[in-house]
């Protein structure tokens, strides 16, 4: 089945680091990848959509000066969260779906645990 | 997309059938229904869709009712690996590919030997 693989799976830093997180699809052309955030005990939620080839389209209350998408490749996005501080600690997690769409699912990372000291 | 209604919680003993129901009454005629599960410190892991037919996979089978407001997931033999938080969620098919998926709370499944 398609994989999609997330790197790296734990950062820990300072406050003020930027974190770049990295999204592959390795069998399959990803034209549009996901990126989630999930605070522990609560659900997914969804931050950006990104395309391969133009910007990425943020949901309301992401900042995307702090949260830099580049989807560069059909098999490759990156997720850079920059000037980090301990409220960005959380989960975050890519997912990927093919130029063929339809109702084809999206496959997911296996996510980032990002720790802000 | 429809909203979609699910138990927060469940429990099912090992070897034994997990029935995860999900209700979908707003459902559209061109809305999927579709079952992902997330392991804990994990990303979420695809189970199963379906539009209107019953489907049936190596994981799990979908049962959706006639008037598709609402559906079932069945994992057949329940092992202690299926403990996860199981998500139904239903969205609309597009032609090209774009639409995100947009996760409610889920249904925390805990198997017990």
């Known amino acids: 089945g398609a994989v999609v693989s997330q790197h790296p799976s734990r950062v820990i830093c300072k406050s003020g680091t930027s974190v770049k997180i990295e999204c592959r699809s390795l069998d399959f052309q990803a034209t549009t990848m996901f990126w989630y955030r999930q605070f522990p005990k609560q659900s997914l939620m969804l931050m950006a959509t990104?395309?391969?080839?133009?910007?990425?389209?943020?949901e309301q209350g992401v900042e995307k000066d702090k949260f830099l998408i580049n989807h560069a490749s059909l098999t490759l996005s990156t997720l850079t969260v920059t000037s980090a501080h301990p409220e960005d600690s959380s989960f975050y997690i890519c997912s990927a779906r093919g130029r063929q769409g339809g109702h084809q699912p999206q496959h997911f990372g296996d996510g980032t645990r990002l720790s802000i000291l | 997309d429809a909203k979609t209604t699910q138990p927060p919680s469940m429990d099912c003993a090992e070897g034994r059938a997990a029935n995860l129901p999900c209700n979908h009454s707003?459902?559209?005629?061109?809305?999927?229904v579709y079952w992902y599960r997330q392991i804990h410190s994990q990303g979420p892991q695809y189970i199963i869709h379906?539009?209107?037919n019953n489907e049936t996979n190596e994981m799990a089978s979908l049962i959706i009712t006639e008037d598709r407001k609402s559906s079932t997931l069945i994992l057949p033999h329940a092992t202690l690996r299926d403990t996860a938080v199981y998500y139904c969620i239903v969205r609309v098919a597009f032609s090209n590919a774009g639409n995100m998926l947009t996760f409610g709370g889920g249904t925390r499944l805990m198997v017990k030997p």
């Open positions: 379906g539009l209107k």
């Open positions: 707003t459902i559209s005629g061109n809305e999927y």
């Open positions: 990104s395309n391969e080839g133009s910007k990425a389209t943020y």
